[in-house]
């Protein structure tokens, strides 16, 4: 039993690395957040999902840095799938394990400092539909 305990620990903890070092780039974020908001068995339009509706992106090297970089990462971790005519992103298998984060996220965004909310607006958001309840 403590075998086995030893050894899931050490996935858990593999897993919880590879789900935040996934997360930790806004395009990634942002097409996980669109993941989310669409049907779970549609795919959503690159690199339009991955833009940060704040910060106005060069489409371009959006659209490279998705297929050479941010893609890959997502997919190998089977967090999406993606194609690439026309560019589409659709939930992977493991999904839920990214999905988490962000639904825990939005269900306390009352209790998320202002520095990680104010600029957010799914965030922004949430936490106003929260208030108005």
Known sequence: MVGEHFENGDQVIENWDTVFKALSSEPRRQLIVSLLDAEPDHSVPLPESAIVPN???DPEM??????????PMLADNEFITWGTEPLVASRG???DQ?????????????NIPDSLVIGCQRLEKERQDSIDL
């Open 62 to 71: 959006l659209r490279q840095e998705l297929h050479h970089v941010h893609l």
């Open 55 to 57: 910060v106005p992106p």
């Open 93 to 95: 298998s493991k999904f």
């Open 98 to 110: 990214v999905a988490v984060v962000f639904e825990a996220l939005h269900a306390d965004a009352t």
